[in-house]
């Protein structure tokens, strides 16, 4: 597999975790998304704002239109979980787009992000992995607040297994997402 097809499927199943997370979160009532819950930040919905906008700030900033701080401004953007689902969706096809053009040369290009102090220089691999890094961190807390809910966490920890068994327990979230096997893989 070549680092390119490797992103491109982190991308995928980014996306793919994103949805199932998301999906659980709309059966929680808004009270229970703002609930305070023990996590680095204070409340599911909280957190889920947290990992668009890291999102924001890092597609960005490989699409060469960093938005810097602005990113976080305002911390919470979508209190409404319907809205963040719909501008997280957004996001993940930017990701996924961004990941399909990547090439042997793109791969490496400089990214420029804009800090407090000073521009980060990182090239484009490093700063994909990172951003696949902090959702996963960020996604890992969300599920173990909503073991505190009346909604069961939903299994993230699965990849692409190519048994046909496996491809069966993805195909409907596949449906809905307009994933195929074929489109992650080939």
Known sequence: MTPQR???AQAYNNAWANYRLL??????????????RVSFFPSIIHTLNHILTVD????????GNCIGDAAFDP????PLLVDLDREQRAA???????????DSTTIGTEVQIPRHSHIQVERADRVLLHLFQHQI??????????SGTSVPPPQLDEFFPADPSEQALRRQDFAELGFTEALIWS
């Open 6 to 8: 490797y992103l491109l």
């Open 56 to 63: 924001w700030l890092y597609i960005g900033a490989l699409e």
């Open 137 to 146: 961190h960020h996604r890992g807390q969300v599920h173990a607040m909503l």
């Open 75 to 78: 911390e919470i953007p979508f």
């Open 92 to 102: 993940d096809r930017r990701l996924i787009d961004l990941c399909r053009q990547l």
């Open 23 to 36: 999906n659980a979160c709309s059966q929680l009532r808004k009270e229970e998304l703002a609930e305070p």
